[in-house]
T-cell receptor, first 112, second 114 residues
Framework: QQQVKQSPQSLIVQKGGISIINCAYE??????FPWYQQFPGKGPALLIA?????SEKKEGRFTISFNKSAKQFSLHIMDSQPGDSATYFC???????????FGTGTRLKVLA | KAGVTQTPRYLIKTRGQQVTLSCSPI?????VSWYQQTPGQGLQFLFE???????NKGNFPGRFSGRQFSNSRSEMNVSTLELGDSALYLC?????????????FGEGSWLTVV
């Protein structure tokens, strides 16, 4: 019930294309869903986050789509660039805690 | 504004030894949490501290412990190191436990146990 399932494990996209990463959760008590981007040798950096009262959130080229009934959320990277090549993690947490449950990560490679 | 600072960045220890890792949160942040990152298990929650009190603990053996000081700085300790403890240990800080759930990570401490 505490798991967050992330797919795909790896993704190769052409420059300018759309990258889509999906996550699914089970615990309906989760109320915060962030996405983190991690480059090799660095710590994860917050990319964008959403709460379940919103179905979509957009920040620049990054969009989170949230489907509360399906208990799924996804990250869309529009106009993907080689600089977006990194590992992406989705996560979920419940109210009043910083115990994040992370997905297993998606290694994205954007070809120039 | 300085980010989360973790020291040391890299260290090598021998099996059976103990290690202490340090974390300085973002100025003004009062909550600190620790995560272990390995290729096989991904990012796993270790513990969370707020105002010097442990608020939450992950599913790790008692060899893993931590504490938070009055200035919000935190340390974690791993005793009797095992080869499987080799990992990137990440500290994250956040403002508090009420105003939001966003945590900001440091660059981590790379621990190799030989």
């Amino acid at each position: 019930q505490q798991q967050v399932k992330q797919s795909p494990q790896s993704l190769i996209v052409q420059k300018g294309g759309i990258s889509i990463i999906n996550c699914a959760y089970e615990n309906t008590a989760f109320d915060y869903f962030p996405w983190y981007q991690q480059f090799p040798g660095k710590g994860p950096a917050l990319l964008i986050a959403i709460r379940p009262d919103v179905s979509e959130k957009k920040e620049g080229r990054f969009t989170i789509s949230f489907n509360k009934s399906a208990k799924q959320f996804s990250l869309h990277i529009m106009d993907s660039q080689p600089g977006d090549s990194a590992t992406y993690f989705c996560a979920a947490s419940g109210p009043g805690t910083y115990k994040y449950i992370f997905g297993t990560g998606t290694r994205l490679k954007v070809l120039a | 504004k300085a980010g989360v600072t973790q020291t040391p960045r890299y260290l090598i220890k021998t099996r059976g030894q103990q290690v202490t890792l340090s974390c300085s949160p973002i100025s003004g942040h009062r909550s600190v949490s620790w995560y272990q990152q390995t290729p096989g298990q991904g990012l796993q929650f270790l513990f969370e501290y707020f105002s010097e009190t442990q608020r939450n603990k992950g599913n790790f053996p008692g060899r893993f412990s931590g504490r938070q000081f009055s200035n919000s700085r935190s340390e974690m300790n791993v005793s009797t190191l095992e080869l499987g403890d080799s990992a990137l240990y990440l500290c994250a800080s956040s403002l508090d436990r009420v105003s939001g759930n966003t945590i900001y990570f440091g660059e981590g401490s790379w621990l190799t146990v030989v």
